[in-house]
């Protein structure tokens, strides 16, 4: 079977069937068109395992980041164990394939006070009741006390959201939905926005919208305002360059760990499909008691 043909039948399948998010897709496809073009025409059952190690290779020469070799090599794992589970191919060349492992590097986390300080400019920046200001603090609020991810705020619409109960059901990766609490804050900083922001949004809207974000020009907020947002508040806080919403979600889960909850309750609230994900920020609470050890003890 001719490669290209059989790469974008699994592509279709990640999307369709196995409902994979639209960055994984798009990331698979770019995967599959490199190998493509390093098997140079050779038909799908003529790719071997040296085929796939050449490939990587040649990436490593290119100087890509190991977490993009690694990601290579799962695309393509996954990709000739789908072929060989169809029939397509009579033995399976990735098996065997391996990748460098990744290197460990902890997620920045901006400390509590700094979110107290953060959050509390937020709230002072919105009390004249400007619409976007005070849709900018909900939407922080939420992103921290919910620990949610930017394509999960901004997909949410006025129904997903029970104030009283202080719920919102969000669509995780691999359209699964989940509930995810969040706390007073969050939610009088949702309510001053229902109440006195999003009306003023809906009025420059061309049609009516359901989204509970709203755009300055009415619409369904997007990832990349909400991106700009965090960079413009966080970045100088945490010291980082480059620094995005997930930055958020793992100070949320880092502060929880640290209040005492348990692993398995935040891999819940965060949506992880496996607890060795989560895991992560267990050793993030590990750096930082060892930071404040050295700092306060006189025996460190």
Do not use: N
């Not at 990640?14 to 050779?42: F, I, K, Q």
């Not at 990748?99 to 006070?113: E, I, Y």
């Not at 009283?164 to 969050?186: C, H, L, N, S, Y």
């Amino acid at each position: 079977m001719e490669f290209a043909a059989a790469a974008q039948a699994f592509t279709d399948h990640l999307d369709r069937v196995r409902r994979l998010s639209p960055a994984t897709v798009r990331a698979y496809r770019s995967d599959l068109r490199d190998l493509g073009e390093t098997a140079d025409g050779l038909a799908l059952e003529q790719i071997t395992l040296d085929t796939l190690r050449d490939w990587l290779w040649r990436a490593t020469q290119r100087g890509e980041a190991r977490a993009t070799l690694a990601r290579r090599a799962a695309a393509a794992r996954s990709f000739f164990a789908w072929a060989h589970e169809e029939g397509m191919i009579p033995h399976d060349p990735g098996l065997r394939l391996v990748a460098p492992r990744r290197g460990r590097t902890l997620p920045t986390v901006a400390s509590r006070d700094a979110m107290t300080r953060l959050l509390d400019r937020q709230r002072a920046a919105a009390a004249d009741g400007d619409p976007v200001a005070l849709r900018d603090h909900a939407m922080l609020e939420l992103l921290y006390g919910a620990g949610i991810r930017v394509s999960e705020l901004c997909g949410l619409d006025i129904d997903d959201l029970d104030l009283d109960r202080r719920t919102a059901r969000v669509m995780g990766k691999g359209a699964k939905e989940r509930i995810v609490p969040f706390g007073g804050p969050a939610a009088d900083a949702l309510g001053a926005y229902l109440t006195r922001g999003r009306p003023a949004l809906v009025a420059r809207a061309a049609h009516p919208s359901a989204s509970l974000f709203l755009g300055v020009r009415g619409g369904r907020v997007g990832p990349r305002a909400v991106y700009g947002l965090v960079a413009e508040v966080l970045a100088p806080i945490v010291g980082a360059e480059t620094v995005g919403p997930h930055a958020l979600r793992h100070t949320a889960a880092t502060h929880l760990l640290d209040g005492g909850a348990d692993l398995r309750a935040v891999q819940e609230i965060l949506g992880h499909a496996s607890l060795g994900t989560t895991q992560i920020y267990t050793h993030v609470s590990a750096e930082r008691l060892a930071a404040t050890y050295r700092l306060a003890h006189p025996r460190a």
